[in-house]
């Protein structure tokens, strides 16, 4: 162990936040720094760290969220770079300045002996308790002074999402060199004295005399029962898939109509260029056409993120752990491969948590076949324009059921998946889980806002950043060179003269015998190579196809892809066994450059991501064969 340093002269203290995972850690955190957090990789590992600097400080504080942990001796990489974080074991790394220990108080019995083991380290500490008032609430009444004598150091009760306590804890943070150090605390390395000495300190400050959380456990008897608590999960997400369709159609339909009176406007006030087209037909029209998907991500990421804060989706890992068992993996992987819903990117890095390498290796490879948000613009589209909105029973319509199926069909594909790695490549034995369940909370309007709008931003940021660099590039592809000008055509026939004789055109053309039996034709095709980028922007690539083709007036994709026809047949090009083809190959296809860095990164290899990508590929093509003509068939008969 590393000697305990001086507090650090000239540059910003260094306060890191040490706790076990649903102590509250995070929800301080963001109460410190208002969330506003840098977050990048500790020196030459791939665990995530987050840090921000502490608001209203009169001096320079940076406080540093090291991952969560039940002990300093922990199995999984997270868990282990805390340690080597306390003890300066990390490259280019200082040890902190001083430590807060953050510990649930409805759980102290469990958290004294993280606080006991980073005592040990012999830096300024200060213990923060987490959750009073749910021990007030429950009957209890734990005595902070007593235990604050007992540990030798200070400690602080706090109710961080409601910030009572935080302004206390704001003072002593100004100064740290004030804290007590404990390099020693009775007993010695015994598990049995360290038992018996835990249980005594519990008893001497009230902690464990509470009265049993009823409500909890009435709540749980339903959704930890095998069958009510899956049909519970499977009710939950339907509901959500169909509040996808109702309650955005509003929003969206006036975003619609926004970017489309926005590119008419450019045509009818901008004079006629090439800027001007590439800034309606292209940028406009490109990434007008992912953002009108904005309010169905809000409503996507409202439920995920309450669902979570309120205790519900760590019940969902108890319920399916036997289901996960099935294929070779354990509960603690339905946490990451769930986090896929929203990004496939934070669901591969979450998969940190698992101590088994091969069970770790097996969900980030199978990962990606969960749906995540960049699919569900794709989904959205070609529901809303093949599917009816009919209802079935209550608020359930046929619309919402066709999403559903889709996530059922990606997740047990990535069920499927992981029992055909762990029965040949990744054999061995499944490790044990387990997972503290927290108590069920209702989360503040702001802090649910807080989270929802982070991740907002984050899918606006990509709109303006990967989608419209793609935009541009499409736009370049898709009008250059022009065919020879006709006067017998019409503006509307010379436009579609000019996409058929540009570069993006020629390389649809070139790749349309390979796709023509999964039902696409070559703007398909164009769409299915730009989206390897990232799935969303085969939205963006169609639309600036149409927009750029209609030279009278495009009038939205979703309508432009119903009413398209062959020039040649006067058949739509675009059929419900078309647009179903086309959604099994999204549930199947890696078409996600981050996803296949990120996977990479985390396996240390590029083998990996190479056989998903080349597995997936397969599965989407196969997928989408069957799915065209056996659709054809049914439709024919």
Not at 430 to 458: C, H, N
Request: with cysteine; glycine share 8%.
């Amino acid at each position: 162990m590393s000697a305990a340093p001086a507090l650090a002269i000239g540059g910003p203290l260094r306060l890191a936040l040490v706790g076990s995972p649903n102590a509250g850690k995070t929800t301080l955190f963001n109460a410190l720094t208002g969330s506003s957090a840098r977050v990048g990789n500790y020196p030459g590992v791939t665990v995530e760290r987050r840090a921000g600097a502490l608001l209203g400080a009169t001096r320079p504080i940076d406080v540093l969220d090291l991952p969560g942990t039940y002990c300093l001796d922990g199995e999984t990489p997270d868990e282990r770079i805390v340690a080597n974080v306390l003890d300066g074991r990390i490259a280019n790394e200082q040890i902190p300045d001083a430590l807060l220990v953050v510990a649930d108080a409805t759980t102290l019995q469990r958290g004294l002996g993280l606080v006991r083991e980073v005592l040990k380290r012999g830096l300024p500490t200060l213990l923060v308790v987490t959750m009073i008032d749910e021990v007030k609430a429950r009957g209890g009444k734990l005595d902070l002074m007593r235990l604050s004598r007992i540990l030798g150091i200070h400690v602080v009760g706090v109710v961080g999402h409601r910030g009572v306590g935080i302004d206390q804890l704001r003072k002593f943070l100004e100064t740290p060199e004030s804290w007590p150090r404990r390099a020693t605390l009775p007993p010695a390395d015994d598990a049995t004295q360290r038992f018996a000495w835990v249980d005594q300190v519990c008893r001497e400050v009230g902690a464990g005399a509470l009265a049993p959380d009823s409500r909890t456990d009435r709540i749980d008897r339903v959704l930890l029962h095998p069958i009510a608590g899956i049909t519970v999960f499977a009710l939950v997400m339907i509901l959500l898939f169909q509040s996808i369709f109702s309650w955005a159609v509003p929003a969206m339909e006036g975003i619609d109509a926004l970017f489309r009176g926005l590119g008419h406007l450019s045509h009818a006030w901008l004079p006629a260029s090439w800027l001007t087209d590439l800034w309606s037909d292209g940028i406009l029209a490109g990434v007008g056409a992912v953002l009108i998907f904005l309010p169905q991500i809000l409503i996507l990421f409202t439920f995920l993120h309450f669902l979570t804060d309120v205790g519900y989706m760590a019940r969902a890992a108890f319920v399916v752990d036997r289901v996960m068992g099935w294929v070779g993996l354990q509960g603690r992987s339905f946490v990451p491969l769930l986090s896929c819903y929203a990004c496939a990117v934070p669901g591969i890095m979450a998969a940190r948590t698992i101590a088994s390498p091969r069970e770790r290796l097996a969900t980030i490879l199978v990962a990606p076949f969960m749906t995540c948000s960049a699919r569900l613009p794709v989904y959205t589209l070609l529901i809303a324009a093949f599917v009816p909105a009919t209802r079935l029973f209550g608020p359930i319509g046929v619309q919402g059921l066709t999403m559903f199926a889709l996530y059922v069909l990606g997740a047990l594909t990535a069920l499927g998946s992981a029992a055909l790695l762990n029965s040949t490549l990744l054999r061995g034995t499944i490790s044990v889980f387990y997972m503290e369940l927290p108590p069920y909370r209702m989360p503040t309007f702001r802090l649910l806002g807080r989270q929802v709008w982070g991740s907002a931003a984050a899918f606006v940021k990509r709109a303006g950043t990967v989608i419209l660099g793609v935009s541009v590039i499409l736009w370049v592809l898709l009008n250059f060179p022009h065919a020879p000008t006709d006067p017998a055509l019409s503006a509307e026939a010379q436009a579609q003269a000019n996409v058929n004789a540009s570069v993006a055109a020629r390389l649809g053309h070139a790749i349309e015998p390979a796709i023509a039996p999964l039902g696409f034709d070559w703007k398909i095709g164009v769409g299915l190579v730009a989206s390897l980028a990232a799935r969303e922007v085969i939205v963006a690539t169609l639309a600036q196809i149409y927009a750029v083709s209609d030279a009278n007036d495009y009038g939205g994709l979703r309508d432009a892809i119903v009413n398209d026809v062959n020039p040649a047949t006067g058949q739509r090009l675009f059929t419900l066994p078309t647009a179903l083809s086309l959604l099994v190959f999204f549930v199947f296809a890696l078409q996600c450059t981050s996803t296949i860095v990120v996977m990479a990164r985390e396996t240390g290899s590029w083998k990996w991501p190479a056989l998903a990508f080349s597995y997936m590929l397969a599965l989407a093509y196969a997928g989408s064969f069957i799915t065209y003509h056996a659709s054809r068939a049914l439709l024919a008969g």
